[in-house]
């Protein structure tokens, strides 16, 4: 392992941030085709129907009407899924949720186009709405997609130990539900894609703002029926994601593919947010059921959990969001006996898939919550009841997996965290204060349950009393990559030119994180250049292997690893051909550095590193490589859920400060500690980034975003509704990195970006619970939920100024 | 963003409606989604919609279009000008990603007519540079990491650019708050801070 470096760990200005200040960043809407024409949606306002006929006639002769695409002009699968094939890229048969789109209309004037595609008639036959995940596996239930034969896209049991001997063990049960809510990953740049048809051999290109293009030139090479090498998808500038430009994005690419091979120009599809609200998918809703099982001296004994997610219209992401549950959902702790259920079901919501956390953000919301009431119950500190349950070195996870070969860093975190804030004093003294107030609190809570707001003389308090302070905090471990959800390897490619200066790309995803910084880092580092000698290609499905989807925060681990691979390959090639030239032997070591090579033994034997690539060109030695990382492999068994489920963990701890207003129920984040261990810091300005925009996301999620849907049409359709956070409404963020060393990963770089995000709401609810002394169940911990502890959701009204 | 500049905004997007134009694109065609199978509404001349002359300054040069009456400032600006690097986010004057200014005043471009904008001066992000030289402000914002992936940048960006040059010295605080109608998903938002902070210190140098 290599002790000191040049590059790695230190701040590196994006690659990218010329492009991005002067607005020359190409994103997909920046991008016009002479000729090009725009394809505008077609929907029925219904959630559930069965499509009887759709009626064109009113205006397929409109001369604005170049053509109409259907379920009809898809040559292939008009269903696609990335994991499960049950979402049509045109619905023929039947509408599952009011995302859905009939047909398209093709033509020059968008706008016109808008226009007209409210005069398309149509017959159907409505169904009942099912909106209540919980009542998706009734007997009666309406099924959302009869030939599935039930409601339930997928339910994972986890069976460790005996949960029944557990429970006997155990001094105290401590039984709750915790609900979170559906969430709109709000990335800045709605949806684009535009389709250009290469006429020469009926292939097509698709360049748009799609996070995984190996992925949309699946989906498309399948409706059109072309093989895979027909479809050439490029990836314009992204303009965020979190996981939101997978599906959505695939299933548009196919739309705007199958309209430019029939039309034969260029066809554009550009959401405006009302739209990519509407159709998109969103974070999962959870309900999630614990009984928890402890001695008194607050060792955990068994853990009964059943989880319901509410997967909306379509499966997408949710056999693997859930299986992160389910593999998750102890938290980082030892439990013996282990009973875990999740079940995924389909309802007429808006569809629920990928987004930042993955399935982790539910369940440590409530696991992190339980363990402070376990802590509570007990007169123990929160940190203390971790400290006695949290995994170590050699733990058994609640897969059965062994922890091992990596750095077990939760204990660390932890201990970071608890001092950095000065946490189990603060702690205390809040819950001393708290005892006060928590009367009042009680009874207005139960005084609004009866909707009496009444109350006693003696119950009055002064305001000054009604602001709160609080300290909490949450613990996770998070697999690292894919693990047991599917095939894990990236790709490289690296080539050298004759001046030294090299082109670099991967096949994972720039999707504004600063992938293309922290990979040019890598590269740099391994042969000794700086990031300035790299040139970053924008990656295209025809130029660099498939390297899976840019997800599950591996890039940095998997597509990093390549990079270090494929500079290693081209080092080791550098290195044997200047061994032959300046005659040395073969176990000579030779030095990369500072644009320079140089022989350790012999300091006369030095070269520019553009002078050795120039003499090696000369010579024939070829100095592009690819690389490639395969994962190590896991194992995991379905049926009982046990198995090696990742092949690394990353750790988190964060700490919240609140100030609670209990008066308007505002909760004020003052600070935010956020302690991670992403293995090795690649590039310490990307990591700051990722942390000040995870615990951003984090407490928009714990706090105030929320969409709402009544009958499955979605309420909050802007951002004069979705409330995500702006610069004013979070406090200091104290970004702090623990190191641990890692047999996998660049120099044992893994994870950062959802470690960062998973842990803020749980942090923030405990510290809420720490401020005013009562526990709140239900995300987002908004104005009503503190002040009357339920949810204000008027019943098909809009919030906010309406459009 | 200071509370007035959203008051206008309000009236001019009743104004863009009360005409019936297409401009709204995503906001009408949701409104019409439970009429669909009517044929009431009948936007006045779709597609026929009379074109005016339009001269206003941009970026420091004199540029004469035909626009639509209601075609927004953002629209032009990209579709006409190719001036892409001002974005359309929400269209609906809650994201800030469309700022530019207006005779040196941020303005949301896409709650503004373009017509309004005749005889007016306005810059948008293609005009801070000098030839490929970028100003400090965008310098700053390069240093201190001031954005992810970049879409919102140009707006925070302009958004910055006016905050400066009403109050070249703002405080944490000042910034936070002037930067505060700016939306960043990313939420990069300490470091846009940082970045706007430092572009002021270089200022004062």
Known sequence: MKKTFNLVGKPVIRQDGYSKVTGKARFADDINYPDQLFGVMVRLPIAHARIKKIDFSEIENHPSVITICTAGDISGSNISGIIKQDQPVFCDQKIVTPGDVVAMLVGEDEELLRQLAGKVKYEIEPLPALTDPRKALDSDAVLIHPESKSNLIVHYPLRKGDIERGFSQSDHIVEQTYTTQLIEHGYIEPETVIAIPLAADRSVKIIGSIQNPFTARRIVAQALDLPLTRVRVEQAELGGSFGGKDDTMDILSARAAVAALKTGRPVKIRYRREESVLESYKRHPYILHYKVGFSREGKIKAMKIDILADGGAYASMSPFVTWRSVAQATGPYEVENVCTDVR????????????????????????????????????????????????????????????????????????????????????????????????????????????????????????????????????????????????????????????????????????????????????????????????????????????????????????????????EIVRDRLQKFLCDFWKLNKQDVLCFEKNKVFSESDPQKTLRFSEVCQLAYRKGVCLAAIGWYPGPKVDWDESVGQGAAYFTYVYGCQVAEVTVNLGTGEVYVDRVVAVHDPGKVINLLGAQGQVYGGVTQGAGYGLWEEISSADGFIRELNFDQIFIPTSKDVGEIVPVFVEGDDQHGPWGAKSLGEPTLELTAAAIANAVRNAVGVRFFNLPLNLEEIVLKRKLKPGGLKRGSAV | MDQDKKHSKISRRKFIKGIGGGVVGGAVLLHNLPVLSESAIEPAGAGLEQKYPLIFKVNAKTVRVLVESSATLADVLRDQLQLTGTKIVCNHGECGGCTVLLNGKAVYSCMMLALDAAGSEVTTIEGLLNGEEINPLQQAFIEKDGMQCGFCTPGQIMAAQALLSKNPHPSRAEVMTGMSGNLCRCAAYPKIVDSVLAAAETHLK
């Open chain 1, 344 to 567: 995924a079901v389909y309802t007429n919501n808006p569809y629920t898939g990928a987004m930042r956390g993955f399935g982790s953000p539910q369940p440590i919301f409530a696991q992190e919550s339980i363990m402070d009431e376990i802590a509570n119950q007990l007169g123990k500190t929160p940190d203390e009841i971790r400290w006695i349950n949290c995994l170590h070195s050699g733990s058994i996870t609640a897969t059965g997996q062994k922890l091992e070969k990596h750095d077990v860093n939760l204990i660390k975190v932890l201990d970071t965290a608890v001092q950095k804030t000065n946490f189990s004093r603060q702690w205390q003294a809040c819950k001393d204060k708290n005892k006060s107030i928590l009367p009042f609190i009680q009874k207005t809570h139960a005084s609004q349950a009866d909707k009496s707001l009444l109350l006693e003389s003696e119950d009055l308090v002064a305001p000054d009393l009604l602001l709160r302070k609080g300290i909490g905090l949450a613990l996770s471990y998070r697999g690292c990559s894919l693990g047991a959800e599917g095939i894990d390897a990236a790709a490289a490619y690296l080539s050298v030119q004759p001046d030294g200066s090299l082109y670099l790309v991967s096949g994972l995803a720039e999707n504004g994180q600063g992938m293309r910084t922290t990979f040019s880092i890598i590269a740099a580092e391994t042969l000794g250049l700086s990031v300035e000698d790299i040139h970053y290609l924008e990656l295209d499905t025809g130029i660099v292997p498939d390297s899976g989807p840019t997800v599950a925060s591996r890039s940095t681990l998997m597509g990093g690893g390549a990079v270090k691979i494929a500079a």
